[in-house]
C-alpha cells in the first residue's frame, strides 16, 4: 500500500530564511505521480507541483523548487527567501496510476516570522 | 479563473439531524472527490467518482453517509443521522482524468460542519 510521510510536523523560520519541507513515500506503483499542495490559514487546498515517477528532474518556479529522488523515496519542497505569505500547511502526496486516488501525508505547518 | 465550488461553506446542526452538502466541480472535469479533514486523521478519502459514476467509497461510513452525483455540474454528500464524530472540514475536488494518469484534483473552499 502507499503511504507519505511528513516527517516534520512544525517548521518556523524567520523571513528571508531557506526553508526544506520532507516528502518520504512507499509504494508498490511502478508508475506514480507526486503532488505537493498548500493549504493557508484561509482553508483551502492550493495545488503547487505534479511530478510523475519517470521525471526526476529539479523543478523550479519563482522561490519554489522540488528535489525528486527515486533512490530515496524523497521528494522535497524548498522555499527559499521565505515570505510572510508562505506560512501555511503543506501536503505532499502520492497519485496512484492504478486507482487514480491521492494518499496525502500528515502536513507539515510552516510558520513564517516577520 | 475556473474553481470548485461547495456550499454551504459552514454549517452547525444538531445531533440527529440530516446534513447535505453540494459541491460543484470544475466545468469538463469527469472526476469527483470527498475528503474529510480533522486534526485526527488529516485527510481522509470518504468518496470518488469517475464520470458520475462511483467507484470508490470505501471510506465513508456507509450507515449514514451518501455520496452521489445527479448530473455532471453536481455532486453531493450526505449524513443522515449526523453525530458530533462527524464533526469537520468537508473538501470536494475534481479532477480530469485522461486513462490511468491520476488527474491533478482542485481543491474547493470546503464545507465546515459542526455537530451539537
Known amino acids: 500500500a502507499q503511504k507519505v510521510t511528513q516527517a516534520q510536523t512544525e517548521i518556523s523560520v524567520v523571513e528571508k530564511e531557506d526553508v526544506t519541507l520532507d516528502c518520504v513515500y512507499e509504494?508498490?506503483?511502478?508508475?506514480?505521480?507526486l503532488f505537493w499542495y498548500k493549504q493557508p490559514p484561509s482553508g483551502e487546498l492550493v495545488f503547487l507541483i505534479r511530478?510523475?515517477?519517470?521525471?526526476?528532474q529539479n523543478e523550479i518556479s519563482g522561490r519554489y523548487s522540488w528535489n525528486f529522488q527515486k533512490s530515496t523515496s524523497s521528494f522535497n519542497f524548498t522555499i527559499t527567501a521565505s515570505q510572510v505569505v508562505d506560512s501555511a500547511v503543506y501536503f505532499c502526496?502520492?497519485?496512484?496510476?492504478?486507482?487514480?486516488?491521492?494518499?496525502f501525508g500528515q502536513g507539515t505547518t510552516l510558520q513564517v516570522k516577520p | 479563473d475556473a474553481r470548485v465550488t461547495q456550499t454551504p461553506r459552514h454549517k452547525v446542526t444538531e445531533m440527529g439531524q440530516e446534513v447535505t452538502m453540494r459541491c460543484q466541480p470544475i466545468?469538463?472535469?469527469?472526476?469527483v472527490f470527498w475528503y474529510r479533514q480533522t486534526m485526527m486523521q488529516g485527510l481522509e478519502l470518504l468518496a470518488y467518482?469517475?464520470?458520475?459514476?462511483?467507484?470508490?467509497d470505501s471510506g465513508m461510513p456507509k450507515d449514514r453517509f451518501s455520496a452521489e452525483m445527479p448530473d455532471a455540474t453536481l455532486a453531493t454528500l450526505k449524513i443522515q443521522p449526523s453525530e458530533p464524530r462527524d464533526s469537520a472540514v468537508y473538501f470536494c475536488?475534481?479532477?480530469?482524468?485522461?486513462?490511468?494518469?491520476?488527474?491533478?484534483?482542485?481543491f474547493g473552499p470546503g464545507t465546515r460542519l459542526t455537530v451539537l
Open positions: 475536488a475534481s479532477g480530469l482524468r485522461r486513462g490511468t494518469n491520476p488527474d491533478t484534483q482542485y
Open positions: 466545468l469538463g472535469h469527469n472526476t
Open positions: 502526496a502520492h497519485g496512484s496510476s492504478n486507482t487514480g486516488k491521492l494518499i
Open positions: 511530478r510523475n515517477s519517470f521525471d526526476e
Open positions: 509504494t508498490r506503483d511502478t508508475t506514480y505521480y
Open positions: 467518482f469517475r464520470n458520475r459514476a462511483p467507484l470508490d
